[in-house]
């Protein structure tokens, strides 16, 4: 069993910043790639960020120049650092890891999710 906690969150306005966490624990050999998405209300849930173990990152365009993820391997955990805040990034926002367990057995584990909610 590999849990991922996350923390961080809440509400702010828009131009804020916010800083998310996720932590994984567990049943964990590696992870390979870490990610966040989100999931708007009566939208489908999105890729936002994802970082490999290697540092490689990927963003959604809508994203890029605002959040900067980072993942501390020792630690297994992975951040998303939210600047500039805009009501559309209002969702709730969701911590993802490709894990390859101890018994080498490969899996994606999710977060249970943290509201973000940007006001106008």
């Known amino acids: 069993q590999v849990d991922l906690v996350q923390s961080g969150g809440g509400l702010v306005q828009a131009g804020g910043s916010l800083r998310l966490s996720c932590a994984a624990s567990g049943n964990i050999f590696k992870i390979n790639a870490m990610g966040w998405y989100r999931q708007a209300p009566g939208k489908q849930r999105e890729l936002v960020a994802a970082?490999?173990?290697?540092?490689?990152?990927n963003y959604a365009n809508s994203v890029k120049g605002r959040f900067t993820i980072s993942r501390d391997n020792a630690k297994n955990t992975v951040h998303l650092q939210t600047n500039s805040l805009k009501p559309e990034d209002t969702a709730v926002y969701y911590c993802?890891?490709?894990?390859?367990?101890?018994?080498?057995?490969?899996?994606?584990?999710w977060g249970k999710g943290t509201l973000v909610t940007v006001s106008s």
């Open positions: 993802n890891a490709d894990v390859i367990t101890r018994d080498y057995i490969r899996m994606h584990y």
């Open positions: 970082i490999t173990s290697g540092g490689s990152t």
